[in-house]
Every structure is written in C-alpha cells, then in structure tokens.
C-alpha cells in the first residue's frame, strides 16, 4: 500500500470519527433540551427542531458516506474519480437534505407538516403545478444518474449538441464541446432529446464535414491527398486506405463534403486533435487561394 493510500485512510477514519461523535452529541443535546423545556421557554421549538434537523442531517450523511464507501469498493472506484451512481446517489442526498430544511423552518414555529398541507391544500396544489417543471427536472436528473446509458467522461452528440460529459446532476447536464466551450444541457431536454454514445458504442469512423467554394480547390484527388497528407503524425493511429472525401452535395458556387476516416482504437482526444488539424489545412487552402 503506497503512503498517499494509507494517507486517504486515515482521512477517511478520522472522518468517520468526526461524525459519529458528532451524532452522539446531538443526541445529548437533544436529551438536555427535552428535559429543560421550562428553561428555554419560547425558544424551546427553534432549538429543538435545530438539533433533530442536525441529527437526521448527520445520519444522512453517515449513510451517504457509507452507501458510496461501499459502492467504491465493490466497482474498485478511486476516491478521487465519480461515476453515475455516486452522482445520483449524492442528488438523492440533496433532495432529502432540501425536504429537511423545509421541515426544520416549519419546526422553528411549531407548526405541523402534515397539517400545514391540509390546511392549505389549495396553496399546495398551486405550488404543485408551478414547480413541476423543476420537479420533473430533478426526476429526469435521477434517472440519467442511474442509467447505463450515460457516464461521466462519455463522448456524446446530444440533441444537435456533441461533446464529453463532465457533469450530471438535479438540473442539468455538463458537456465540453470541441471548442473547449461548456455547455449546460437541462436534464428534462437531455432525457427527450435523440442520444448517440460514441464511448459505450465504440464508433471508430470518424466523418468531418464542411463546405468548401468550387475556386479553393484544384481537383477533389488533390484535395483528399492534401488532407491525407497532413495527417502523416496520425497514419499510426488510422486504418490504413480508410481515408475517403465523398461530396455530399454540389451546388452552383460550393461543395458539401465529407473527409471520413477509422480510427484503429476509440480515442476521443485523437479524434479532436485529427479533426482540429484537417480544419486548418482546409481554412490555409481557402487563404492561399484568394
């Protein structure tokens, strides 16, 4: 075992510790408080739900901890690395500790829950239909975090959106596009939209396409051998003669084209670096030419 990993362990314990006395405190707290209820007078109600809201707080978090603990070590997960479950594990988290808030600021009056929706059913049905959108954001954010289909670091079209997923959580979804630009996708959008997985379905033809005015260029052979050309660093990492410049379309004035490629091995950082390296040689041509 090296030194950082003993390291984290006794991070991890120390942590552990922390909680666990924490709880017992609380809990001790809790006692103090019941049996002093004359003494804290009108305050008795703000002070006793503050440390039943620490209490069910700690618990939580100790069963979190717990829960993803044991995850990590049957997936055999870095402490440092995430995945779907671990992200929907944490935003079921959120959810139950935004429910104990709200129960909490109740207690802090003394008012029942329960009651308090009865009382105001119509307020609540109201409050119901205007936050059902976020409400069906959240469930829709869940059930992207548990399913197989998406996965933290999975290269991804979207939509008309393509990138690598770096986040998901309640309300959306993170993705880094090939610009380097972050984009956040809502999560009610994402679970609607058509999804193409490039990671789970290991797609190793890689299409680019662009247009091109008929007066950049001398002929479609020389084109496809210039851009074959450029790639010379890559040829170790492409199937040989899977090089192919088809036309997509033919207008008037310009060209709709398609450079097409196998890549020997699913690699997403080689795909950008290919695709950022052909669009160059197609914007010199473009300059040389006027």
């Known amino acids: 075992m090296s030194r950082s990993e003993q390291q ?27 049996h002093q209820k004359v003494l804290f007078g009108s305050f008795f109600d703000f002070f006793y739900s503050l440390i039943q809201f620490l209490i069910f707080i700690t618990i939580l978090n100790i069963a979190t901890a717990l829960l993803i603990m044991a995850y990590r070590l049957r997936k055999k997960i870095a402490y440092k690395y995430t995945d779907n479950v671990i992200n929907g594990i944490n935003n079921i988290y959120y ?22 929706l009865t009382s105001i059913s119509i307020f609540a049905a109201a409050l119901a239909i205007i936050s059902k959108d976020y409400v069906a954001n959240m469930i829709n954010g869940i059930i992207i975090s548990f399913s197989k289909e998406l996965n933290i670091d999975d290269y ?28 956040y996708l809502p999560n009610d959008k994402v679970y609607q939209s058509e999804i193409i997985n490039y990671t789970k ?5 890689i299409s680019i396409d662009f247009e091109l005015s008929l007066s950049n260029y001398s002929t479609i052979e020389a084109l496809q051998e210039a851009l074959i050309s450029s790639l010379s660093d890559f040829h170790d990492k492409i199937e040989k003669n899977s090089f192919n410049l088809k036309i997509v379309h033919l207008y008037h004035d310009y060209l709709v084209l398609k450079f097409q490629y196998t ?27 006027k």
Request: aromatic content about 12%; hydrophobic content about 50%; overall charge positive.
């Open 8 to 34: 984290l362990i006794r991070q991890v314990i120390v942590r552990y510790l922390i909680r666990f006395t924490l709880l017992i405190t609380f809990y001790y707290l809790k006692g103090v408080i019941e």
């Open 263 to 289: 890549l020997q091995i699913v690699d997403i950082e080689v795909e950008r670096q290919i695709r950022k390296r052909t669009i160059r040689v197609i914007a010199n041509m473009i300059k040389q030419s």
């Open 95 to 116: 959810i139950i500790l935004g429910f104990g808030i709200m129960l909490m600021i109740f207690g802090f009056w003394g008012i029942n829950f329960r009651e308090f």
């Open 156 to 183: 991804v079209k979207i939509g008309d959106y393509k990138g690598k997923i770096l986040d998901i959580n309640l309300s959306k979804v993170v993705l880094q596009n090939d610009d380097d630009d972050i984009l």
């Open 201 to 205: 379905k290991e797609i190793k033809k």
